[in-house]
């Protein structure tokens, strides 16, 4: 089930990480769910574009989930209901582990 939603997606890896999570029943109520969105982020911070990166990938990804909530043919393809909660839940995760994951190191007072 490959959706192509937006360009932070072009990385098929992304892409793949993307589909394993948003089929997953529950988004994050259960373990593996959870571990399936901790792995579409891991790889949305390891493998999009540095150009991409500087933007907010968790707006972009709040637009995407919304507008799949919208459009009849993501409601039927993706068993997963978008409800508002969930999404703002993912988007609010999603940007701390990407903030988190591009904090430079500091050691020593010194920034690596």
């Known amino acids: 089930m490959n959706t192509k939603i ?18 997953s029943p529950t988004l994050l109520d259960h ?5 399936r ?35 009849e043919k993501y409601k ?6 978008l409800n508002p909660d969930i999404v703002s839940q993912a988007v609010i995760l999603l940007s701390t582990l990407v903030e988190y994951e591009n904090t430079p190191l500091i050691k020593f007072g010194v920034i690596l």
Do not use: G
């Not at 373990?31 to 571990?35: F, N, P, Q, S």
């Not at 039927?76 to 209901?81: E, F, K, M």
């Open 76 to 81: 039927i393809r993706y068993s997963v209901n």
């Open 37 to 71: 969105f901790y792995r579409f982020v891991k790889y949305c911070v390891k493998f999009a574009s540095r150009k991409v990166r500087n933007k907010p990938i968790a707006s972009i990804l709040k637009a995407d989930l919304f507008k799949m909530s919208l459009i």
């Open 6 to 23: 937006v360009n932070y997606m072009l990385d098929t890896q992304i892409q793949a990480q993307f589909d394993k999570w948003i089929n």
């Open 31 to 35: 373990t593996l769910d959870r571990e």
